[in-house]
């Protein structure tokens, strides 16, 4: 359990970090990270980090895949999570 916790941590913090390196790369005119790449984060776990990240610094908030994808996958997360610790 304390792996999945740490897990959890890393991932969000790295989500939270990627979307304001990305922002910054956009204001920037430089390469992009990809939105798949965003998205597995997301999709991985990193759901709520992706989130906070998009709403700090008010990135990917007017592109719909993000404002409806990315709660989702926050839904998404949650449930896994649940799942896994009423196994436990």
Not at 8 to 32: E, P, S
Request: aromatic share 12%.
């Amino acid at each position: 359990m304390k792996l999945l916790v740490f897990y959890l941590i890393v991932l969000n913090f790295a989500g939270y970090a990627v979307m304001g390196y990305d922002k910054q790369q956009a204001k920037r005119k430089n390469r992009r990270i990809p939105e798949k790449r965003l998205f597995l984060i997301a999709l991985a776990g990193g759901a709520a980090g992706v989130l906070i990240g998009m709403q700090l610094w008010r990135h990917k908030t007017k592109h719909l895949s993000f404002t409806v994808g990315i709660p989702l996958l926050l839904a998404l997360n949650i449930g896994c999570l649940y799942a896994i610790y009423t196994q436990i």
